[in-house]
């Protein structure tokens, strides 16, 4: 495991049901700001990790997955509305 999947994975685990992050806050939270795309990157090839709880900045799901990542983010309790988190608080 690399240094970077470490601290992002550990940032990731910290997410509970209905928190959401986006890729860059997690990026920066991981130590590692301006990693956005490296931490999607990440979430697409490491099973195992709340990728759900992600979004981008602006709140949208992951491309290709709207419909399981809007049914788990509601089974949270996260309001979702037309592939996007509503109301998301920053962290």
Do not use: C, K
Request: cysteine-free; glycine content about 14%.
């Amino acid at each position: 495991m690399t240094d970077f999947t470490g601290a992002v994975s550990d940032v990731l685990q910290q997410l509970g049901p209905g928190d959401v992050m986006s890729y860059g806050e997690i990026a920066e939270e991981a130590g590692y700001p301006g990693a956005a795309r490296a931490v999607g990157n990440l979430l697409a090839i490491t099973p195992g990790l709340p990728w759900w709880r992600v979004v981008t900045q602006s709140g949208r799901l992951a491309p290709g997955h709207e419909r399981v990542q809007t049914e788990l983010l509601r089974s949270e309790g996260v309001r979702v509305r037309q592939g996007r988190v509503i109301d998301r608080t920053q962290r």
